[in-house]
T-cell receptor, first 115, second 114 residues
Framework: DQQVKQNSPSLSVQEGRISILNCDYT??????FLWYKKYPAEGPTFLIS?????DKNEDGRFTVFLNKSAKHLSLHIVPSQPGDSAVYFC??????????????FGKGTTLSVSS | KAGVTQTPRYLIKTRGQQVTLSCSPI?????VSWYQQTPGQGLQFLFE???????NKGNFPGRFSGRQFSNSRSEMNVSTLELGDSALYLC?????????????FGDGTRLSIL
């Protein structure tokens, strides 16, 4: 049973517009959430994270929103650039500050940004 | 600052053989985690090591094992390889492996079983 779901396998956006990637989770114990970007033949690169005590976190063009009651988070990229074209993974971990924590990943969304 | 280094990048093995993969974490990072990525299952957690001790383990058979050395480098071993073990194996490091710390990934080892 998938605990972290990215229901859109792909998303196409024009350069300069906003990209919104969505993620849903089922486990109420999750309290730390991350987004990773992955290019072909490379490992995932950490983008941005948020803990359950916040509902928004920004870093440059990237903003993550967390809606705990809906068990939903989203990543906004503004403005989108062709170099943002990659697979984006949502990940979650339970029990903030617990040692040896494993990340639970969604299956990814492929973002294509056209110029 | 050098990132996570995994060797080798590619491996081809046959069924029944065993394989050892290596991971050097970011300097100063003492926690190393291993993940398996396949098209069907996505990224799945294998195990995590800190100070040479396995602290957490995912739902994989005992054929999958690992260890960590005193310099925090880690190895992962898979014995009696099966076709289904074909995957990208990713290593990730973080300072202490505590929840709330992002994990930083290497580029992986692509294992193909013939």
């Amino acid at each position: 049973d998938q605990q972290v779901k990215q229901n859109s396998p792909s998303l196409s956006v024009q350069e300069g517009r906003i990209s919104i990637l969505n993620c849903d989770y089922t486990n109420s114990m999750f309290d730390y959430f991350l987004w990773y970007k992955k290019y072909p033949a490379e490992g995932p690169t950490f983008l941005i994270s948020i803990s359950s005590i916040k509902d928004k976190n920004e870093d440059g063009r990237f903003t993550v929103f967390l809606n705990k009651s809906a068990k939903h988070l989203s990543l906004h990229i503004v403005p989108s650039q062709p170099g943002d074209s990659a697979v984006y993974f949502c990940a979650a971990s339970p029990t903030l500050y617990q040692a040896g924590t494993a990340l639970i990943f969604g299956k990814g969304t492929t973002l294509s940004v056209s110029s | 600052k050098a990132g996570v280094t995994q060797t080798p990048r590619y491996l081809i093995k046959t069924r029944g053989q065993q394989v050892t993969l290596s991971c050097s974490p970011i300097s100063g990072h003492r926690s190393v985690s291993w993940y398996q990525q396949t098209p069907g299952q996505g990224l799945q957690f294998l195990f995590e090591y800190f100070s040479e001790t396995q602290r957490n383990k995912g739902n994989f058979p005992g054929r999958f094992s690992g260890r960590q050395f005193s310099n925090s480098r880690s190895e992962m071993n898979v014995s009696t390889l099966e076709l289904g073990d074909s995957a990208l194996y990713l290593c990730a490091s973080s300072p202490t492996g505590t929840g709330g710390q992002p994990q930083h990934f290497g580029d992986g080892t692509r294992l193909s079983i013939l």
